[in-house]
Nanobody, 126 residues
């Protein structure tokens, strides 16, 4: 059964770091663009980052640039999201998802992504 599983979330203090993982089982993640999204209580889903399958090009939401890094390890069938200098505003459930084509022009909306994981909670609090 094809599925995506996010892991690595947890409680971290402001200014801290976390690395999230998105691991695929039952299919090869390498051929897909992968996006990270987040949703905080009472807020709309927000595009965090996207990485292409073809050349590894990366794209970020405006508030994540310079703090977050998306990467992929095709040998482990996994995409990572390294998050640094976290703030309470980063508190949310983080999801990964796949797009068979690429990180499209409006990737941050998430509408082109068709397979989603169950999410992992990130809480930034002192």
């Amino acid at each position: 059964q094809a599925r995506l599983v996010e892991s690595g979330g947890g409680l971290v203090q402001p200014g801290g770091s976390l690395r999230l993982s998105c691991t695929a089982s039952g299919f090869t993640l390498q051929i897909y663009a992968v996006g990270w999204f987040r949703q905080a209580p009472g807020k709309e889903r927000e595009g965090v980052a996207c990485i292409m399958s073809s050349d590894g090009s990366t794209y970020y939401g405006d508030s994540m640039k310079g703090r977050f890094t998306i990467s992929r390890d095709n040998t482990k069938n996994t995409v990572y999201l390294q998050m640094n200098n976290l703030t309470p505003e980063d508190t949310a459930i983080y999801y990964c998802a796949t797009d068979i084509l690429r990180c499209r022009r409006d990737w941050w909306g998430g509408s082109h992504f068709d397979s989603w994981g169950q999410g992992t909670q990130v809480t930034v609090s002192s």
